[in-house]
Nanobody, 124 residues
Framework: QVQLVESGGGSVQSGGSTRLACVAS????????MGWFRQLPGKEREGVAT????????NYDDSVRGRFSITHDKAKNTIYLQMDSLKPDDTAMYYC?????????????????WGQGTQVTVSS
């Protein structure tokens, strides 16, 4: 059974940076899609960035492209989300997710394992 544990986040000033980490355990397949999603209260979860642990292919939402970077450390079974040039609109609960699709969609319906979430708050 795959388990995901997130860390990082917290409060950051606008224009600042922070990094999220997600440690995965229980993988049984050679390749997974892993990603970061975010959610505001009362709103749907939206995809931020995804990465294939097999090919390293990444996918970004237009709202974060050029500011955020998703990476995968195979040795540590960990994915990271480096978040730079943060804006107040980036404030949300961020979730790590894992799925087994061949293409790493930015849609939550394609992921079946989720972490507990970590809050990122960007103040102006």
């Amino acid at each position: 059974q795959v388990q995901l544990v997130e860390s990082g986040g917290g409060s950051v000033q606008s224009g600042g940076s922070t990094r999220l980490a997600c440690v995965a355990s229980g993988f049984i397949y050679r390749s997974y899609c892993m990603g970061w999603f975010r959610q505001l209260p009362g709103k749907e979860r939206e995809g931020v960035a995804t990465i294939s642990t097999g090919t390293g292919t990444t996918n970004y939402d237009d709202s974060v492209r050029g500011r955020f970077s998703i990476t995968h450390d195979k040795a540590k079974n960990t994915i990271y989300l480096q978040m730079d040039s943060l804006k107040p609109d980036d404030t949300a609960m961020y979730y790590c997710a894992a799925g087994t699709d061949a293409y790493c969609w930015l849609l939550e319906s394609h992921y079946n394992t989720w972490g507990q979430g970590t809050q990122v708050t960007v103040s102006s």
